[in-house]
Each structure stands twice: as C-alpha cells, then as structure tokens.
C-alpha cells in the first residue's frame, strides 16, 4: 500500500462536531476499501487567503493514510461531491510523519525544523 497525506477544508458555517463527522466519514471510506488512517489533525478555523465561494475561513483538516490508490480515489470523489468541503489535496509521500505535523507543533520546534536544514553563511565585509 502507498502512504499519502490528506488536506481540507470546510466550510466555516459548520460546528466542529460537523467537521469530525466529514473526517469520519472519510476515513470509514478509507477503511472500507483496505486502508488505514494512521493519523488525524484538526488544524482548526484559519482565515483563506482569498475568498472561496463567498468564505472567508475555513476548518483545515488534515489527515495520514496509508491505503491503495483506489481507497484513496473513492475518498477524493466523495469530496467532490460533499458541499461542505471547499479544497482538498491529497498528495503521496515515501514515509508517513511521526508525531505532529509542523502545523500543530510549537514554534520553537518549526523554526529549529527550517534551520537545521540550512547552514549559516558566513558574512565577509
């Protein structure tokens, strides 16, 4: 099976008991066409850069699953057809995250993530 990371949004007029329900339904699709979510991320109600169908925010989900393409294309339809949801993107990675994503960590650890993979420069005056 393959890995992917899962990513979307909902509308803001929904209650956060609403969103939970769109995340189980999701991943009840996933698991019925032999697949697994490994893990479940309510990245919360985020103001959009630019307005989508008349919404100004949206509740950002974000989701690990570890299923074939199938279990995964099923999942994306269902989104198409949903109204609730505004985008979604769904992409595939070698190896699922461990712990939580960058999103949800302090920003402490995000900054020391982005810094360690770059050397300083030394400055020559």
Known sequence: MSFYENTFIARQDLTPGQVDEMVEKYAEIITQNGGKVTKRENWGLR????????????????????????????????????????????????????????????KGRRAQKFDSAEEPMAEEF
């Not at 690990?64 to 999942?75: G, L, Q």
């Open 47 to 106: 103001v959009l850069a630019y307005k989508i169908q008349k919404n100004r925010k949206g509740y950002y989900m974000f989701m690990n699953i570890d299923a074939p393409a199938p279990a995964v294309k099923e999942m994306e339809r269902q989104m198409r057809i949903d109204e609730n949801v505004l985008r979604y993107l769904t992409v595939r990675v070698d190896e699922l995250e461990e712990g939580p994503s960058s999103m949800l960590a302090p």
